[in-house]
């Protein structure tokens, strides 16, 4: 078993592993957990208690959680000392415990990391980010129909602009940058330009599409969308939706049938068994999932378009209070609080924790422990439907009782059944 020097790993509990492919969980898996920051350690303390009640209740003390704290932001600074964000006994205990669930995270200001999360999911080649979109009955929402939404998005997680491949304006590098671009393409920057390159492989499509295809076959979905901008960025985001058909005919044209062929070959009706393989403009995709969301199962998305979307998305159905996600690869996986850290609101009991709580849904599904996500999830709904609910909430629902953080964990474990 590896040695960490600040990490403590459980007395008691087994590492998950991972064999031809697949997890081999335990009945004591010990997971990682880093805290967060700023309200992370409000929503993370209800939702522990949540996790670990609805194992109990789900297995009568047959299976249990060993959990391992494991750091990175602000805390991290006060374990390891000065500039230490992201130690890297952090990133090797994800590795080798294959799951994570974790808080917020400040993004550091002035130098160093770009972004922690970003950090997280290079370092550990976490290429998909994976982010269900639904409506939950009770949560206040801007539309008039939320619960046509029920989406889920892959998307990208490594390269695009997120590569942070930037030259700074000014600079010998970017001008360097400006000249070469000039010189090999014929287009003309202006001098005053800071540039940013934004690179987009084959491979990293290729196996995020993949990803979300098995997805949709697994969950018996009705169709999958590859989101791009290919009319205007033809060998990036244009490369991305030809590497997406190209998946879906190399390796799945006994199951996924194109717009064109519904149309030709079947009348337009889908034939039992067979999954829809399309595309949309970026653009378009925000304008569909406006008007039309109930026509969209999967969503593929380069990273960029990604994150935008799945947060526009969010909105449509309460905000990312309540939106959950999770950053995957083969085998490691890290879930998390889709929100900021909110630090005005940090140590005050205030925060909505459903978007670590669903966040925690996705992750026992992952490890195939999926009475304990159904056990939280209906105790979520059924929370939620009788107004006991925190301050984002409450302040838009006509007869709630507002609660704190702690409070609403408290009734969710009162409501599973």
Sequence with gaps: ???????????????????????????????????????????????????????????????????????????????YGKDKWLPEETVDAIQDYQIAIKGPLTTPVGGGIRSLNVALRQQLDLFACVRPVKYYAGVPSPMKRPKDVDIIIFRENTEDVYAGIE?????????????????????????????????????????????????????NKKNITLVHKGNIMKFTEGSFKEWGYQVAKEDYKDILITEEELSSKYNSKLPEGMIIIKDRIADSMFQQLLLRPSEYDVLATPNLNGDYISDAAAAQVGGLGIAPGANISYSAAIFEATHGTAPKYANMDK???????????????????????????????????????TYDFARQMVGAKEVKTSQFADEIIKNMK
């Design 351 to 389: 925060i909505n924790p459903g978007s670590l709580i669903l966040s925690g849904v996705m992750m026992f599904d992952y490890i195939g422990w999926k009475k304990v996500g159904g056990l939280i999830e209906n105790a979520l709904k059924k929370t939620i439907k009788s107004k006991i609910v």
């Design 167 to 219: 030259f700074k304006s000014g600079t010998k590098e970017a001008e360097d940058v400006r000249k070469y671009i000039e010189e090999k393409s014929g287009k003309m920057i202006r001098k005053d330009s800071s540039i940013g390159i934004k690179p987009m492989s084959e491979f990293g499509s290729r196996r995020l599409v993949k990803k979300a295809i098995d997805y949709a076959i697994a969950n």
């Design 1 to 79: 078993m590896a040695q960490y020097e600040k990490i403590i790993i459980p007395s008691v509990g087994e590492k998950i592993k991972v064999k031809e492919g697949q997890l081999v969980v335990p009945d004591n898996p010990i997971l990682a957990f880093i805290e967060g920051d700023g309200t992370g350690p409000d929503i993370w303390r209800a939702s522990k208690r949540v996790f670990d009640s609805a194992v109990e209740k789900a297995y009568k003390g047959k299976k249990k959680i060993a959990w391992m704290e494991i750091y990175a932001g602000e805390k991290a600074l006060s374990v």
